[in-house]
Each structure stands twice: as structure tokens, then as C-alpha cells.
């Protein structure tokens, strides 16, 4: 369990011997890794979990009563109250174990899109990723809710006086990113959810791309859901987590059918269990859970603002280094951003740019990053996203700014 303020302190050096896979080399060059957006490395404790879970603790949970069922139901259950804890959720039965942000969003777009009527609107922004804005189009469609967008600038900042004017008490909920995964942008989520909440709208943060940059409390933010994903916080794929606040959970309908979320089945009726269960159908990846519960406590023991500040001075220093390169355009220049940074090259594509930074070890993504409007919105067919996590170095960024150069002397 956590051990409040047993803090350890931040060694660049320390933190990347925990993270196996960052030791090796790609095509014979040490591996960079900066597709952290896309998803993050697992340091040890976490690697060691999964095979400690599957060798000798394997078992479904909930309903055994022998001993590796207790076990693992035990070690499920610790795991929410971990990650409770982490997110400083008021109750344990509020956090939701799903198979990633995607579920948690698609979840509460139907469940709590059941609580809707025709004419009601969700508010969403420029900026969100796919998985925040198709789920509530297909609400709209299916309830005849209309679906309103909060614009941004050229500078991919929110504009935030077209928010004001875009809520009125028609608005159910608004539903944001907290960081842009193709801009970085970290958007005024506390200025959202208040002003949300004044006309009594719902508020759902996508977390995706914030969880493992910074510090988040839904109780301070007072968000009503928030959702993110255990593989870019250094946890398993396939398992995630959705907070939501008990009293609207409680007003949903359930949103799959099935075992563990019942209370009494009979041919004429069911009834469903209680929170956090209710959500919860079927056997879930349990292993991810628990070793999401690791993660998230070896994440807990490390100084998240020292990581913040290293990250902001990473994303920084690379900014500055890029923009020294001929016809670079960062896309995303918010005043508040940070951990990713997206560019263009006059002339070139950003593919091009990818696979021949991968010949030279680096791993960086290429392309719409599953934000279209953004592409749209920038008349671009996509950018070269570096994304970086705490585990990275300026000494890796001065890599990749030549491997940038080499690159573009092989194009141009
Ligand atoms: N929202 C944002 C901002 C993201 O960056 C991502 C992943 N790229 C998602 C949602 C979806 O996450 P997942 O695919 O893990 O469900």
C-alpha cells in the first residue's frame, strides 16, 4: 500500500534502470522512445506483477471461495483502493475498472445518455480525440441530442468566451480532454467545470493524457467522471478506469449485462448489484487491473511535480532545438502545454520523416494521431508527434534533432 510521502527523488538514471525494454537497441542503435502518447513503458515492479499473478495467484474473482480466489480478489480490490487513493476519489465503489479510457467514455455516453432527451446538448472541444467525440455522436443520433463545439484558436488554446456562449440549460454535459494528444495543450479544466456546473451540466474528463504528467484530484477538480487508460500510465493494455461520481453512477442504468453485475436473476426480472459491480460484467482482465494497482503505486512513490517539471523542460528544450530546422512548424503552441511536441516540415511527409527516424532507433508516431478535426483544423495531413514520458533525456532530444537533420538531408 502507499506509504503517504515517502517520496523518492527524482534520478534520471535510477528511474530508466527500472524500465527494462528502454535497454535495447533498434537496428543496432539505442532504442528512443518518444511515443509515450501512445502508449508508455513498464518499469519492472509492473513486468514482475504480471508473471507473479499468472504464476501463482491466477484465478477468477468474486465468487470463489477457495484460496486463489480470495487472493486475487483481494489483491483486485486493493488495486481500486490504490488507484482510489491516487485520484483522491471519496469512495472506492467510484472507480470503475474498464478496458480503457475508450470504454469509460463510451459507457457513460450510453448509459448516461439514457438519462437524456431529445434537443439536449453535449459540449465538446476542437481538440478531442476520436474516442471523445464519435461515442457522443452516436448518442446524438440515437437520442436526437445535438452535439456543440468549442473552437480553438490557431494556437490550439480553447476559446473559452465561445464556451460561455455555447452553454445554456439545454446542456447535459461537456466532455473535454484535460491534455491534447496531438497538440499537448493542457486545456482550463477547472474553468470548464465550474462554469459547466453553474447552469447544472455533468463534466467528463478524458485523462488520458494527463494522468501520468501530473497531479489529479477529482475531488479538488470536481469533475463529475473522469477516464483514463492503465497503458499510458505505465500499467497493462487492456484495462482502464473510469471515475464517476456515486450519485449520478447510481442514476444510470447499467450498460452491459451479465455475471458479477446482478443482484437476483430470475426469468422475470433482475436485479443489479450495487457500485461498483453494476458496471462490471463478466470476468474482467483481472490481471490488468491488479497490476495497474502496481503501476500506479510505483508512480505514487515518485515526485509527480519533479516529473512534471522535467517533462515541461524536455518538451521545451526540443521545441527550441526543432525550430532551428528549416521550414519546422510546431503545431500547438498553447501557452500552457506540455510533454508533447508536434511538427511539420515544409515539403516533407510526416511518414517519410517517421520510418526513417525508426531506421535510426527513434520511435515517434506519424499522422492524425485519431484527432482528424485537428488535421483538418491546421489543413494538414498529419504531424511527427514526439510524446515524452519521465523516463526520457535531453541527451536523447539532441539524438533525435540530428536524426531529425540526417533525415531530412536523405529527402530534401
Ligand atoms: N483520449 C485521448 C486524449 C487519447 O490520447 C487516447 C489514446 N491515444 C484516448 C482517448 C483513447 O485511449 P485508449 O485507446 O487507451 O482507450
Known amino acids: 500500500m502507499i506509504v503517504e510521502n515517502e517520496k523518492i527523488p527524482f534520478d534520471i538514471n535510477a528511474?530508466?534502470?527500472?524500465?527494462?525494454?528502454l535497454k535495447q537497441k533498434i537496428y543496432g542503435k539505442d532504442l528512443i522512445y518518444f511515443d509515450n502518447g501512445a502508449t508508455s513503458q513498464k518499469p519492472q515492479?509492473?513486468?514482475?506483477a504480471i508473471n507473479k499473478y499468472y504464476s501463482q495467484e491466477n484465478s477468477n474473482i468474486h465468487r470463489g471461495v477457495h484460496h486463489l480466489s480470495q487472493v486475487a480478489t483481494s489483491h483486485y480490490e486493493e488495486a481500486r483502493t490504490i488507484i482510489q487513493k491516487y485520484i483522491n476519489a471519496p469512495l472506492q465503489e467510484e472507480v470503475l475498472f474498464n478496458s480503457g479510457t475508450t470504454a469509460g467514455i463510451n459507457m457513460v455516453a450510453f448509459c448516461f445518455g439514457e438519462?437524456?432527451?431529445e434537443g439536449d446538448e453535449i459540449v465538446i472541444s476542437a481538440m478531442e480525440h476520436h474516442s471523445n467525440i464519435v461515442p457522443w455522436q452516436m448518442l446524438c443520433e440515437r437520442k436526437k441530442c445535438i452535439l456543440k463545439v468549442i473552437p480553438m484558436t490557431k494556437k490550439g488554446e480553447l476559446e473559452m468566451d465561445v464556451f460561455d456562449n455555447l452553454l445554456s440549460n439545454k446542456t447535459k454535459l461537456v466532455a473535454v480532454s484535460h491534455i491534447s494528444n496531438s497538440l499537448g495543450t493542457i486545456n482550463p479544466i477547472e474553468e470548464i467545470i465550474e462554469k459547466a456546473h453553474a447552469i447544472g451540466a455533468k463534466v467528463l474528463i478524458d485523462g488520458a493524457q494527463s494522468i501520468q504528467h501530473m497531479k489529479v484530484d477529482v475531488q479538488a477538480l470536481d469533475c463529475d467522471f473522469y477516464a483514463f487508460s492503465g497503458h499510458k500510465v505505465f500499467g497493462p493494455t487492456g484495462v482502464g478506469v473510469l471515475y464517476g461520481k456515486k450519485e449520478i453512477l447510481d442514476s444510470m442504468p447499467p450498460y452491459q449485462g451479465g455475471g458479477d453485475m446482478i443482484s437476483k436473476v430470475t426469468f422475470e426480472k433482475t436485479t443489479y448489484n450495487t457500485l461498483p459491480h453494476k458496471f462490471e460484467a463478466g470476468t474482467p482482465h483481472i490481471a490488468g487491473g491488479i497490476c495497474l494497482g502496481t503501476a500506479?503505486?510505483?508512480?505514487s512513490k515518485l515526485d509527480i511535480d519533479a516529473i512534471q517539471k522535467h517533462e515541461y523542460e524536455l518538451a521545451q528544450y526540443a521545441e527550441q532545438e526543432?525550430?532551428?530546422?528549416?521550414?519546422?512548424?510546431?503545431?500547438?503552441?498553447?501557452?500552457?502545454k506540455t510533454s508533447v511536441v508536434s511538427f511539420?516540415?515544409?515539403?516533407?511527409h510526416p511518414f517519410d520523416i517517421g520510418t526513417l527516424l525508426d531506421k535510426q532507433g527513434i520511435a515517434v508516431r506519424t499522422g492524425h494521431h485519431c484527432t482528424q478535426p485537428v488535421m483538418s483544423f491546421f489543413e494538414?495531413?498529419?504531424?511527427?508527434?514526439?510524446?515524452?514520458?519521465?523516463?526520457?533525456?535531453?541527451?536523447?532530444?539532441?539524438?533525435?534533432?540530428?536524426?531529425v537533420n540526417r533525415s531530412l538531408k536523405m529527402l530534401r
Request: charged share 20%.
Open 344 to 348: 511539420v516540415i515544409e515539403g516533407i
Open 115 to 117: 438519462l437524456l432527451t
Open 322 to 336: 526543432l525550430l532551428n530546422i528549416d521550414g519546422l512548424r510546431i503545431i500547438g503552441t498553447a501557452k500552457n
Open 296 to 299: 500506479i503505486e510505483y508512480l
Open 380 to 403: 494538414i495531413p498529419g504531424t511527427i508527434r514526439a510524446s515524452f514520458a519521465f523516463y526520457n533525456t535531453k541527451n536523447e532530444i539532441d539524438i533525435f534533432i540530428k536524426a
Open 45 to 48: 515492479v509492473v513486468l514482475d
Open 15 to 21: 528511474i530508466r534502470a527500472e524500465f527494462p525494454v
